[in-house]
């Protein structure tokens, strides 16, 4: 073999690794385990669906500072009127945020579905709070219209 076709195999090995290494440098950290990649996913489902996905946002926006008004737009989309109103009352009367029953914002939430009748359903949100070795949890009883599945309703769970 000839000192030119020697230098260009040379270049060519070096452009091959150089190709393959840039190839797997853009492949996810999870590719070599046998796990599936992280999922989400979602569905127009049953009102507690609805209260989970209110929750979930309602928590992103007032954790976030530079969320504006999204708060506020939640709780006109999610919310009934009537509620809206009740818990404007409510935060005046308790220098606290009426969705969460808090003055601050939880870590995490669940929430669990429950019984139906008379056109409404009722969820059970948990809201946990403090750390992850000591949490403390709040319950909240969310009653959804059936129809609309707007939150018609949130109270402290006795």
């Known amino acids: 073999m000839s000192r030119t076709s020697r230098s260009r195999t040379a270049v060519g090995a070096l452009v091959a690794a150089a190709l393959l290494a840039t190839a797997g440098a853009s492949v996810p ?3 070599g385990s046998s796990a599936p990649p992280p999922a989400r996913s979602g569905a127009n489902g049953p009102a507690y669906d609805r209260v989970a ?3 979930g946002a309602y928590i992103d926006a007032v954790t976030d500072e530079g969320s504006g008004h999204l708060g506020s737009q ?3 989309f999610y919310l009934t009127k ?3 109103t009740r818990l404007a009352k409510w935060e005046s009367r308790e220098h606290a945020d009426g969705v ?3 003055q601050d914002v939880p870590r995490a939430w669940k929430v669990t579905a429950g019984d139906s009748g008379a056109g409404h359903t009722w969820s059970t949100v948990r809201l946990t709070w403090g750390s992850a070795q000591h949490p403390t ?5 969310v009653q959804s219209d059936l129809a609309t599945k707007k939150i018609s309703d ?3 769970k006795s």
């Open 29 to 31: 950290a999870f590719a």
């Open 53 to 55: 996905n209110f929750y």
């Open 74 to 76: 939640l709780r006109t």
């Open 82 to 84: 009537d509620l809206r």
């Open 100 to 102: 969460l029953r808090a």
């Open 137 to 141: 949890y709040t319950y909240l009883t």
């Open 154 to 156: 949130i109270k402290a």
